[in-house]
């Protein structure tokens, strides 16, 4: 009871740390969150809640400024940034811009809902930007509310408009139905604007704030110079935002859970290691600290080198306006002598403000596209204070003063001691930029130039784009370990096969059955991870959600594969083994191909056609011809000595495959990468006619027979509750886990690496394997669906990325250990009935690919609703399922692999 207490703890430890993972923790580090204008965007404060735009984040507070979460408005793994929050006093309404991971621009910007509770509702619009737009400030600024509506104002330079859109989120695979009541084009740029429903009018603001009306009646533009508007001037309130008992509660949670986690980590290593339990693994285990610490070495290196290459290429660009100001712009400067703000609205200093906007944005393009650079000029007042003349983004108002100053009106003219480069945290990021002085014809400081970037996005896409080359330097260093060992393996049993091949055929043939195995199992997992990354580069005119158009062929397959499983028993004793090999080898091959062809012409449906095929004669016929040579060897311990070899082949086979197909899918294209699987099916015809020999005679078909065994109550209720949970368990990695890691916009090469670890880490679970066949069969099978059903239960409370791959490193483990004894206790079941185990196991796989016909059906409207509900589906039956088995399960001692030797 003791140890079960104790095995409690961690359990409950790692549920908080997953479960609070997904929210910042301050308490009791920190009693509160002190609110100013200093790191808030935006706020909305009402007697419904509050909700500011903090660190770059949605901040959701109670009325009585309790917290109730931080959250990102990140989607599906794509970077935002909010920008503007407003309200109907019912809901929240976020303006946010995605990002591009490459540079700091807009790809577009959305409208989103929420909930004073923070929930996510949904997006009600979305404007999209092209790569070459260089958006980086919103121009959706402002939104207002009417009879189930919302308002946006839309001032994209000169170009406004007022867009009319509905305030209910449109279904799952609706496009977002909007109207555009009025747009015309204002005679300058215009920086914000907002509409005046009571009015019915647009008023507009230009860079001085000076106001326009347009009359939406009269479609009547008006000139309001007397009415001043600065967006800036909305002074954030001071607010002291306090935490709930229950976040309190949370926070220490979390962090003692983290504690404990780390307490029982670090005893599980020390009783690994004085046990010996590792001595096997020692090499590999001094391999993995090298590696680590070369890539945390790797890691600060290039950080660092990024920081110097920041500050450089920031000085650089900097450098090069001033080049243009100093020789080709001097006179022109000459206007910013001596001037107060109010001095720029004559018409020859607004001109000379557009040209200087246009020249800072191209020079920002020119030279900092990738950076996502910004460029602002301003000049000194007869006081000396620094106010804005111009900005790269169009976002701050002309006259906006400038407080922290590293150059005054009173400096030096020795410019090299003024190009300060510094990094410094502002509301809506952390920026790097440099301070150049501007001079007069008689050097005379007039100004000064600020150029620089989001540093912080820059050097955390640097970090990301780090961990991505370490996976995939891990991942390449894996696979070319497990290929070097193939080959070598591989290459000496092809030699033995030449030397033995004359005098002794039959015992010959045994040595191509690992390569034999290992070319038909890499072409079965070759696409397992990518599959929905290739249906997604089709075209399809379909509304489809990539979650239903996934299931399309994913259910074909499997319905192939499983039409395929009560076929081949038949197919061979009818036609041979030599020439069924042959047959579905070239109809394999045909079946790339025009998986291929389909990729190429967009279409859906022959691919899965296609797909559906090869489930018949790849998944099954070929399949169930390697995994069934080492049957045919008499000798018991040359027999378990070549079913371990072929175990080992699926493990190389399914590492080697994925990530030369990803490499290929990444260089060449998904239809590429298919047209390889032809070639490996070319190859497998002449090993099918040397290794299967002459035909077979006809075999009796015992099908009937133990399919009666299989319906008769005690097998039957197995079956049921255990074999379909099986199924449905194995539906995490095939199908759940590649759309997740599809929608977090994980690349081929991530997934890939993903993939690689994933068996590695199946590979090295065969010391945990013999841990669990210490206990009963069922008991072991019990455990590892509870485990797994619990692990996604967490993942549903926090369903991210990091969460879902640690999900999917459990499942490698959980279903070696039920693999073990799944056809073990199925044989004792049948036992009675006088069914051969050999029977029983060319036959449950027709049982388990059945169930898997229902992958698709069923996950795939789940999945398309949400996939925490495919989660959460998939977590209540390994719970669930199993559990009730356990408990009307007949008291059949079944015995465990190790002790029936």
């Given at each position: 009871?003791?140890?079960?207490?104790?095995?409690i703890?961690?359990?409950?430890?790692?549920?908080?740390?997953?479960?609070?993972?997904?929210?910042?923790?301050?308490?009791p580090?920190?009693d509160?969150?002190?609110?100013?204008?200093?790191?808030?965007?935006?706020?909305?404060?009402?007697?419904?809640?509050?909700?500011?735009?903090?660190d770059?984040?949605?901040l959701?507070?109670?009325?009585?400024r309790?917290?109730?979460?931080?959250?990102?408005?990140?989607i599906?793994?794509?970077?935002?940034?909010?920008?503007?929050?407003v309200?109907?006093?019912?809901?929240?309404?976020?303006?946010?811009?995605?990002?591009?991971?490459?540079?700091?621009y807009?790809?577009?910007?959305?409208?989103?809902?929420?909930t004073?509770?923070?929930?996510?509702?949904?997006?009600?619009?979305?404007?999209?930007?092209?790569?070459?737009?260089?958006?980086?400030?919103?121009?959706?600024?402002?939104?207002?509310?009417?009879?189930?509506?919302?308002?946006?104002?839309?001032?994209?330079?000169?170009?406004?408009?007022?867009?009319?859109?509905?305030?209910?989120?449109?279904?799952?695979?609706?496009?977002?139905?909007?109207?555009?009541?009025?747009s015309?084009?204002?005679?300058?740029?215009?920086?914000?604007?907002?509409?005046?429903?009571?009015?019915?009018?647009?008023?507009?603001?230009?860079?001085?704030?000076?106001?326009?009306?347009?009359?939406?009646?009269e479609?009547?533009?008006?000139?309001?110079?007397?009415?001043?508007?600065?967006?800036f001037?909305?002074?954030?309130?001071?607010?002291?935002?306090?935490?709930?008992?229950?976040?309190?509660?949370?926070?220490?949670?979390?962090?003692?859970?983290?504690?404990i986690?780390?307490?029982?980590?670090?005893?599980?290593?020390?009783?690994?290691?004085?046990?010996?339990?590792?001595?096997?693994?020692?090499?590999?285990?001094?391999?993995?600290?090298?590696?680590?610490?070369?890539?945390?070495?790797?890691?600060?290196?290039?950080?660092?080198?990024f920081?110097?290459?920041?500050?450089?290429?920031?000085?650089?660009?900097?450098?090069?306006v001033?080049?243009?100001?100093?020789?080709?712009?001097?006179?022109?400067?000459?206007?910013?002598?001596?001037?107060?703000?109010?001095?720029y609205?004559?018409?020859?200093?607004?001109?000379?403000?557009?040209?200087?906007?246009?020249?800072?944005?191209?020079?920002?393009?020119?030279?900092?596209?990738?950076?996502?650079?910004?460029?602002?000029?301003?000049?000194?007042?007869?006081?000396?204070?620094?106010?804005?003349?111009?900005?790269?983004?169009?976002?701050?108002?002309?006259?906006?003063?400038?407080?922290?100053?590293?150059?005054?009106?009173?400096?030096e003219?020795?410019?090299?001691?003024?190009?300060?480069?510094?990094?410094?945290?502002?509301?809506?990021?952390?920026?790097?930029?440099?301070?150049?002085?501007?001079?007069?014809?008689?050097?005379n400081?007039?100004?000064?130039?600020?150029?620089?970037?989001?540093?912080?996005?820059?050097?955390h896409?640097?970090?990301?784009?780090?961990?991505?080359?370490?996976?995939?330097l891990?991942?390449?260093?894996?696979?070319?370990?497990?290929?070097?060992?193939v080959?070598?393996?591989?290459?000496?049993?092809?030699?033995?096969?030449?030397?033995?091949?004359?005098?002794?055929?039959?015992?010959?043939?045994?040595?191509?059955?690992?390569?034999?195995?290992?070319?038909?199992?890499?072409?079965?997992?070759?696409?397992?991870?990518l599959?929905?990354?290739?249906?997604?580069?089709?075209?399809?005119?379909?509304?489809?959600?990539?979650?239903?158009?996934?299931?399309?062929?994913?259910?074909?397959?499997?319905?192939?594969?499983?039409?395929?499983s009560?076929?081949?028993?038949?197919?061979?004793?009818?036609?041979?083994?030599?020439?069924?090999g042959?047959?579905?080898?070239?109809?394999?091959?045909?079946?790339?191909?025009?998986?291929?062809?389909?990729?190429?012409?967009?279409?859906?449906?022959?691919?899965?056609?296609?797909?559906?095929?090869?489930?018949?004669?790849?998944?099954?016929?070929?399949?169930?011809?390697?995994?069934?040579?080492?049957?045919?060897?008499?000798?018991?311990e040359?027999?378990?000595?070549?079913?371990?070899?072929?175990?080992?082949?699926?493990?190389?086979?399914?590492?080697?495959y994925?990530?030369?197909?990803?490499?290929?899918?990444?260089?060449?294209g998904?239809?590429?990468?298919?047209?390889?699987?032809?070639?490996?099916?070319?190859?497998?015809?002449?090993?099918?006619?040397?290794?299967?020999g002459?035909?077979?005679?006809?075999?009796?078909?015992?099908?009937?027979?133990?399919?009666?065994?299989?319906?008769?109550?005690?097998?039957?209720?197995?079956?049921?509750?255990?074999?379909?949970?099986?199924?449905?368990?194995?539906?995490?990695?095939?199908?759940?886990?590649?759309?997740?890691?599809?929608?977090?916009?994980?690349?081929?090469?991530?997934?890939?690496?993903?993939?690689?670890f994933s068996?590695?880490?199946?590979?090295?679970?065969?010391?945990?394997?013999?841990?669990?066949?210490?206990?009963?069969?069922?008991?072991?099978?019990?455990?590892?669906?509870?485990?797994?059903?619990?692990?996604?239960?967490?993942?549903?409370?926090?369903?991210?990325?990091?969460?879902a791959t640690?999900?999917?490193?459990?499942?490698?483990?959980?279903?070696?250990?039920?693999?073990?004894?799944?056809?073990?206790?199925?044989i004792?079941?049948?036992?009675?009935?006088?069914?051969?185990?050999?029977?029983?196991?060319?036959?449950?796989?027709?049982?388990?690919?059945?169930?898997?016909v229902?992958?698709?059906p069923?996950?795939?409207?789940?999945?398309?609703?949400?996939?925490?509900?495919?989660?959460?589906?998939?977590?209540?039956?390994?719970?669930?399922?199993?559990?009730?088995?356990g408990?009307i399960?007949?008291?059949l001692?079944?015995?465990?692999?190790?002790?029936?030797?």
């Open positions: 009871m003791n140890k079960k207490f104790l095995l703890i961690p359990i409950l430890a790692a549920l908080f740390v997953f479960i609070g993972t997904q929210r910042t923790h301050y308490y580090f920190k509160s969150i002190e609110l100013d204008q200093y790191n808030v965007l935006d706020i909305i404060d009402t007697d419904n809640g509050l909700v500011a735009i903090y770059k984040e949605l959701f507070a109670t009325p009585d309790k917290l109730v979460k931080i959250m990102s408005t990140d599906n793994g794509v970077e935002s940034q909010p920008r503007a929050v309200t109907d006093g019912e809901y929240v309404y976020a303006i946010v811009g995605e990002v591009y991971s490459d540079y700091n807009y790809i577009n910007e959305k409208l989103l809902k929420y004073f509770s923070g929930k996510y509702l949904g997006e009600l619009y979305r404007k999209e930007y092209g790569e070459n737009a260089f958006v980086n400030s919103n121009n959706l600024t402002n939104a207002v509310f009417h009879d189930g509506y919302a308002y946006l104002t839309d001032t994209d330079d000169h170009s406004i408009s007022l867009i009319k859109v509905s305030t209910t989120p449109p279904k799952e695979n609706d496009e977002t139905e909007f109207s555009i009541i009025d015309f084009r204002a005679p300058e740029y215009i920086q914000t604007g907002r509409y005046n429903m009571v009015e019915n009018r647009l008023e507009l603001f230009n860079r001085f704030g000076e106001c326009y009306y347009y009359d939406l009646n479609r009547k533009l008006d000139f309001h110079p007397e009415t001043i508007y600065n967006k001037d909305n002074h954030i309130p001071y607010v002291s935002i306090t935490f709930s008992t229950f976040t309190k509660v949370t926070d220490i949670l979390y962090y003692l859970g983290a504690i986690l780390i307490i029982t980590v670090l005893c599980a290593i020390i009783k690994f290691v004085t046990s010996g339990y590792l001595n096997r693994y020692r090499t590999a285990l001094l391999f993995i600290l090298v590696f680590l610490s070369a890539i945390i070495y790797y890691t600060n290196l290039t950080l660092s080198d920081d110097e290459e920041h500050k450089l290429r920031t000085i650089s660009a900097t450098e090069s001033m080049v243009g100001i100093r020789y080709f712009a001097s006179d022109e400067f000459e206007v910013m002598r001596g001037k107060n703000p109010e001095d609205k004559d018409e020859a200093s607004r001109n000379w403000i557009e040209w200087m906007v246009h020249y800072l944005q191209a020079a920002c393009n020119a030279t900092g596209k990738e950076m996502g650079m910004y460029a602002q000029i301003y000049a000194f007042d007869q006081n000396g204070t620094a106010f804005l003349v111009a900005d790269s983004y169009n976002e701050y108002p002309v006259g906006t003063l400038y407080s922290d100053l590293s150059i005054s009106s009173e400096s003219p020795d410019e090299s001691n003024m190009m300060v480069y510094t990094v410094e945290k502002e509301v809506d990021g952390t920026y790097g930029f440099i301070h150049a002085p501007i001079y007069d014809k008689d050097h400081l007039i100004g000064f130039l600020e150029m620089g970037s989001e540093y912080g996005k820059l050097r896409d640097k970090i990301r784009k780090v961990i991505g080359a370490a996976m995939q891990a991942a390449l260093v894996v696979f070319l370990v497990i290929l070097l060992d080959l070598k393996k591989y290459s000496k049993e092809l030699k033995e096969y030449a030397t033995i091949r004359k005098t002794n055929p039959q015992e010959a043939k045994y040595y191509l059955s690992n390569t034999y195995d290992f070319l038909v199992t890499g072409l079965v997992y070759m696409d397992s991870m599959m929905v990354m290739a249906i997604a580069s089709i075209k399809t005119d379909s509304t489809l959600d990539l979650a239903l158009l996934f299931a399309i062929p994913v259910t074909a397959y499997r319905v192939g594969s499983w039409v395929g009560m076929l081949t028993s038949p197919l061979l004793g009818r036609f041979g083994e030599k020439r069924m042959v047959i579905s080898s070239i109809i394999s091959a045909m079946t790339f191909a025009g998986i291929a062809f389909a990729i190429w012409q967009d279409n859906i449906y022959i691919f899965a056609t296609c797909k559906f095929i090869e489930g018949i004669f790849l998944e099954s016929v070929l399949y169930s011809l390697a995994e069934g040579i080492p049957y045919e060897i008499e000798d018991l040359y027999r378990n000595k070549k079913i371990a070899e072929s175990q080992s082949a699926t493990e190389a086979a399914s590492l080697i994925m990530m030369i197909a990803g490499i290929i899918a990444t260089t060449f998904y239809a590429m990468m298919y047209l390889t699987g032809v070639v490996v099916c070319i190859i497998l015809i002449p090993f099918s006619y040397i290794i299967f002459n035909e077979e005679e006809d075999e009796e078909i015992k099908t009937l027979h133990v399919w009666k065994s299989f319906a008769k109550p005690k097998a039957l209720i197995y079956i049921i509750l255990m074999v379909l949970t099986v199924s449905f368990m194995t539906g995490y990695d095939e199908y759940l886990f590649p759309l997740i890691s599809e929608n977090a916009g994980l690349t081929d090469i991530e997934m890939t690496s993903i993939a690689v068996i590695t880490v199946g590979y090295f679970a065969e010391s945990i394997v013999k841990l669990f066949n210490k206990v009963s069969p069922l008991k072991a099978m019990i455990t590892s669906f509870s485990v797994f059903g619990v692990a996604m239960m967490i993942l549903l409370l926090n369903p991210n990325i990091l969460f640690i999900v999917l490193f459990i499942y490698c483990i959980t279903i070696r250990i039920i693999e073990v004894h799944r056809i073990n206790w199925l004792g079941l049948t036992a009675d009935d006088n069914v051969e185990g050999k029977d029983v196991l060319e036959n449950y796989f027709a049982l388990e690919d059945g169930f898997k229902l992958h698709g069923i996950l795939g409207p789940l999945c398309a609703i949400s996939t925490s509900v495919g989660i959460g589906f998939l977590g209540l039956l390994c719970l669930v399922s199993p559990r009730l088995y408990f399960a007949p008291d001692k079944i015995y465990n692999s190790d002790e029936e030797g």
